[in-house]
């Protein structure tokens, strides 16, 4: 079967690889033929050529055939897992962040049944959408507190709509890209085109939000924006995978606001995915303006080429495999 995987940094080359078969699955996997799937933040890091096997060792292929990505829609092929019939179709996680090949083997536990009835690019945004609900959950206290999101792309423009649709009082969005032209579409009340560091540098005491989702990831400055914002006894949730170990932030300031961090990785996902598919079918114009690029997988340099630059009136960009 084919799949993508990493040749040099930021290059995808296309391979043959032993095909995936019904006897391959363990108790509780599923084999799925990959439908369509979504470019995250995370797969950057590894598209730029970071944290893969020496290709060299391989000749000049990323050993992860696959890699690097995540969100997935398929058909089940075959099951080892009994909430899924062959012939179903499935979103959620390419469980071994190995999704851009022809078929995948994920477990049943990172899946749920597709029954959104949209083109599968767009239902694969029900897998980050499960992310942020998961998140928010976590969060205490949204009811009625001013909210601010650091980075308005595809994770923190979900995060101001699940916000907003919690009861925060106000949801503030800063982001470098200019995001005036979809922010009332998500529930952000104030749209800020400035930096974080900006931003937080001119607040007042009296301006200072409760919770700030820091929703750019992959490194520390803007977590450090974020602690330098947000009101005395405040709520910081760190959304994304850090690319530096360890993760450094200003612990000074942390201790004398008395703040609190969270973070974490998604859990119960089906549990998480079903009530994504319940939110998007409560706000059915999420869909319209959430995917706004789509790529055949053939273009998949494309895709992630386009998705690792920021651009006004881009969000979510999809691939359809066919």
Known sequence: MWAYAVSAPRQLKKVEIPTLEASDLADGQVLIRML???????????????????????GGVDARAGHPSHEAVGEVLASRNPKFEAGARVVGWASELNGLAERVISLGSDLAIDSSNLPPAVSVMLQPLACVLYAVDQIPDVAGADVA??????????????LKSRGARKVTGIDLVNRQDVAPHFGVDEPLHISSERWAAQLSN???PQIVVEAVGHQATTLGDAIRAVAPLGQIYYFGIPTVTPFPFEMLPFLAKNLTLRSGLTLNRSHYLDLAGQYLAANPGLADVYVTNTFDIADVQKALETASVPAQGQLKV?????
Not at 36 to 58: N, P, Q, R, V
Not at 149 to 162: D, E, M, R, T
Not at 318 to 322: A, D, E, R, V, Y
């Open 149 to 162: 999101v650091i980075g308005q792309g595809p994770i923190g423009i979900l995060f101001s709509h699940v």
């Open 206 to 208: 009296a301006e200072r």
């Open 318 to 322: 999809t691939l359809n495999f066919g």
């Open 36 to 58: 369509a799937g979504g470019i995250c933040g995370s797969d950057f890091f590894s598209f730029e050529g970071h944290g893969a096997a020496k290709l060299a060792d391989h």
